[in-house]
């Protein structure tokens, strides 16, 4: 049985108001399928969820969302980015934006030799929006420095 998720609704925080809407272009809209670790750990949310909502009972919200509270209500949309932050940092991992983890994904799938067209599909863009999307910053060009580098040195001696 393949599992998949549906990107079908956004929740943005907008001048301090939570803003909920469709998918900005028609290409946002999409089912990605699941692969295990994640479909194994969204069960488990799942059956925590399910004695939550035998708990609260009438209380329960069931709002339909994948992440919500012990009510059912959906998380604010600045829990993901607090939650995050506080996982990096107790990893030792640098700090950046949740929204930049699309880009780290992208330049995994592209070492791993992901085609193009199937990593915009996966982060709902044109090819041409994620070629221009996911430019390298000029720190991760220092590799590429480094190895003209030594190609110049070796050529001198």
């Given at each position: ?45 799942q059956a925590v969820q ?77 090819v041409a929006v994620n ?23 070796a050529a001198a001696s």
């Amino acid at each position: 049985m393949t599992r998949a998720l549906t990107i079908a609704r956004s929740r943005v925080l907008v001048n301090g108001k939570v803003i909920e809407k469709s998918p900005k272009s028609r290409r946002s809209w999409r089912v990605l399928p699941l692969f295990e670790p994640v479909t194994g750990a969204l069960a488990a949310l799942q059956a925590v969820q399910m004695g939550e909502l035998d708990a609260a009972d009438a209380a329960y919200a069931n709002s339909g969302y994948v992440a919500a509270d012990e009510l059912g209500k959906p998380l604010h949309p600045e829990r993901y980015s607090d939650e995050f932050a506080r996982l990096c940092r107790e990893s030792g991992l640098p700090k950046i934006r949740l929204h930049d983890t699309r880009g780290t994904m992208n330049g995994i799938l592209e070492r791993a030799r992901v085609a193009e067209s199937l990593r915009a599909a996966r982060l709902g863009h044109t090819v041409a929006v994620n070629k221009t999307s996911y430019m390298p910053k000029p720190k991760d060009l220092t590799p590429v420095s480094d190895a003209i580098g030594r190609l110049f040195a070796a050529a001198a001696s």
